[in-house]
């Protein structure tokens, strides 16, 4: 099979090639595991904290990506769930122990064991893979391979984000950064609180004529002040001074939510301009989103099933995918990119 590797960590430039495509056997689905022909994979900033080394695989060569979406292919023992040729998607959530309080509470992303597909096992950058069954997701047949990728991750985080962001009917909602989870935030938002009004702060002016384009309230950049102040903020940039700007634009009591695995160091100086009295006073909270737990990507898939919720995709074969990243790197985004393996 043909199959992207990572073998070494690196900054990515505008001529980087940092996977190399290469043959690779077939795997074969251990004990509890299934067998998946990779038809679609989403590209998510995730891949890229992993080339640059702020998120280090867990071992090297590696096959990266964690939206996946496929055909069963095969059944190792004491896996029951799936049979042949069901469609089914894997996202960022790999496994966890299983027995702590976390697990048992339906809390896995907080798990110490917690692994991630692409970072700690071979993830979906390939014609084929495998994926623990309880990692599996049956995918609904209303959405195309391609729509349903980003769902898996970028979709799932951003639903568990606007859980957590607290944001009701009527309230006013902050973006920070808008690619593929923010784009889908917006979505989600129209169809199941179609009375919040959103407000979008990008870095460049073709995310925010797509944030206006998508039904955004109001666009400015990364360090503007909103019309009014916001009930909460969900960001979901690499970086650190939309956070710091960001907590100037909420209310008192209002609730900043970090959608992010990872900030770049390079942007660490930002923290320092946080003045207490105009950035977090007046009970103003931070909380970050860690990972995504199993229950976020089956409720997401099935809300965005009933509403009918699709991203914008821009696709690319196999062979594209380290321009796919270059691009993405240099935020060149509008919606979600996904590997096709056709």
Same mark, same amino acid.
């Given at each position: ?12 430039? /505008? ?15 251990? /004990?509890? +595991? ?134 009701? +009917? ?106 207490? /009295? ?27 099933? +009933? ?36």
């Amino acid at each position: 099979m043909k199959a992207l590797f990572l073998r070494k960590m690196q900054n990515i430039g /505008p001529d980087s090639r940092p996977l190399d495509l290469l043959e690779t056997p077939i795997p074969s689905p251990g /004990p509890g +595991e299934v067998l998946i022909r990779v038809a679609a994979c989403g590209i998510c900033h995730t891949e890229l904290d992993e080339i640059e080394g702020r998120l280090p695989p867990a071992f090297l060569p590696i096959i990266l990506g964690h939206q996946v979406v496929g055909r069963i292919e095969g059944c190792g023992s004491g896996a029951a769930h799936f049979k042949s040729g069901d469609r089914v998607g894997v996202g960022w959530f790999s496994d966890s122990c299983g027995a702590c309080a976390f697990c048992r509470s339906g809390f896995e992303n907080l798990c110490r064991q917690y692994q991630a597909t692409g970072r700690d096992r071979h993830g979906g950058y390939a014609e084929y893979m495998t994926a623990p069954e309880k990692s599996v997701f049956a995918m609904p047949d209303s959405f195309s391979d391609l729509d349903a990728a980003p769902l898996l991750c970028a979709g799932a985080i951003g639903y568990r984000s606007l859980k957590l962001s607290g944001i009701g +009917e009527g309230g006013c909602l902050g973006l920070t950064g808008f690619g593929a989870s923010g784009h889908l935030i917006l979505r989600l938002l129209r169809k199941t609180r179609p009375g919040t009004r959103v407000f979008v702060f990008a870095r460049n002016e073709n995310e925010r004529r797509f944030a206006l384009e998508s039904g955004a309230a109001w666009a400015g950049g990364t360090d503007a002040e909103s019309p009014e102040k916001l009930d909460a903020v969900v960001d979901t940039t690499p970086v650190w001074t939309p956070v710091v700007e960001a907590l100037k634009n909420l209310k008192a009591g209002g609730r900043l939510v970090i959608n992010a695995i990872r900030k770049e160091e390079s942007d660490k100086e930002s923290l320092l301009r946080i003045d207490y /009295p105009s950035h977090l006073w007046m009970e103003k909270e931070v909380k970050t989103v860690a990972n995504v737990a199993p229950s976020d990507i089956a409720e997401f898939l099935s809300v965005a099933a +009933e509403m009918s919720i699709r991203p914008d995709v821009r696709t690319y074969s196999l062979d594209q995918a380290n321009r796919a990243l270059v691009e993405l790197k240099e935020g060149l985004i509008r919606g979600a990119k996904v590997l096709r393996m056709d």
